[in-house]
């Protein structure tokens, strides 16, 4: 029978994408509301330390490095992907992950009787270690943990959380809530909370079995850990499965991101979330929710109400990844990507045009109103969560932390980059932009429909196998080929191979 959902898989599923992936989405988003507030503090603190103001062009300085500070931890985070899912575990790195963000909002918290901006900053790289190696380890846990018919399912929970996270940080940053003057330090600190959740709640909760099995050996516990998650007591089929994936990873040894990037057995995988990942952050999502504001403003709702209509935006974004979590095991990964990547190259087009019309034809910024919409539809039901679902599935155990490593690297990189080129791109092309984004969408979405295999209710290894096929690789000569980069202490592995891997 196929295993069902579980209170315990259930749990941990919840445990780890609160205290984890909700926050990467709370930091995404916090500092857009209290931005005047904080930029005030700056400039209070700067005069009161200097006896001069501040100067405007220092000032967007300080803010642009307040804003991209976030993103770049977030690169270092992913960096440190692959020692630590190795060393400490899956739940481990989790747990090891709760200091940076409690460290990081106590800082943040006590930054205004401090009287010093600076930590503000210092903070904002802390938070972004915290959610790069959150974006990374999450569904990575959650992935090993998942049996294959409830994979994508579960994958797409961290994404959820992540708009959560978002929504939550755009309501308590109303005005009549945290987003004022004396609030903001209370809104930038609420983001240890969920850590403490996690920290007291996460260790009663089994490690990732994949990771007890194949990188500690340690058989008893992994069968323990699953009868836990699948709720029965047999789970010999899985544990030989995984044996199954072992074995046929011995040749192979750990993969480091170097000998990744070399080894012609998983070019095309690589190629895939490099694509995906690219085209999940230079699709232009956040030059959307930037660009939200300012084109309901030109669209005539008036500025007090703006703020309730970003949160309208949030929740939107929430229930169409919602729906993905029910929809990504009956219709299938590669459907929802090309869809959303559909969608959101469509209403790119739409809105240069409505942008440029909107002061000659009255109705083309309800047009614009619309495009952003469904923008966020799409994007929430296909390139948003599942390129982090794809890379748990297209990698074998060794080399996942390392595919991890290079798509979060890729993402935040991406994510760091439009951050900083958005506001150039803006002042130079305005409208125009989008086509822009428009096109990096068409050029994914046509990447994912000739090459991404459909990987739903597939075992790890059966997804390996039909990428092997695209390889152009027989598993044989894969052994080969390592056999050859890795000459000493491997040829007695190999003698022993069995038939189950041919």
Partial sequence: PDPKMTLSLALVALISAFGSSFQYGYNVSVINSPAPYMQDFYNRTYLGRS???????????????????????????????????NNCGR????????????????????????????????????????????????????????????????????????????????????????????????????????????????????????YLLIQKGNEEQARRALQRLRGWEDVDDEIQEMYQEDRSEKEEGQFSVLSLCTFRGLRWQLISIIVMMMGQQLSGVNGVFYYADRIFESAGVDSGSIQYVTVSIGAINVVMTLLAVFIVESLGRRILLLAGFVLCSASCALLTLALNLQNTVSWMSYLSIACVIVYIIGHAIGPSPIPAVMITEMFLQSSRPAAFMVGGSVHWLSNFTVGLVFLYMEAGLGPYSFLIFCAICLATLTYIFIVVPETKNKTFMEINRIMAKRNKVEIQEIKQELQDSYPTGKQEETKALSSSEM
């Fill in 91 to 210: 739940k481990g790195t989790l747990l090891i992950n709760n200091l940076f963000s409690i460290a990081a909002a106590i800082l943040m918290g006590t930054s205004e009787l401090a009287k010093t901006f600076e930590v503000i900053i210092l903070s904002r790289v802390i938070m972004g270690i915290f959610a790069g190696l959150a974006s990374n380890v999450v569904p990575m846990f959650l992935g090993e943990m998942s049996p294959k018919n409830l994979r994508g399912a579960i994958g797409v929970v961290p994404q959820l959380f992540i708009t959560i996270g978002i929504l939550s940080a755009q309501i308590l940053g109303l005005s009549r809530i945290l987003g004022n003057a004396e609030g903001w330090p209370v809104l930038l600190g609420l983001t240890g909370i969920p850590s403490l959740i996690q920290l007291l709640t996460l260790p009663f909760f089994p490690e990732s079995p994949r």
């Fill in 51 to 85: 006896g001069v103001p501040m100067s405007s062009s220092f000032q967007t300085l300080l803010w642009s490095l307040t804003v991209s500070m976030f993103p770049l931890g977030g690169l270092f985070g992913s960096l440190m992907v692959w020692p630590l899912v």
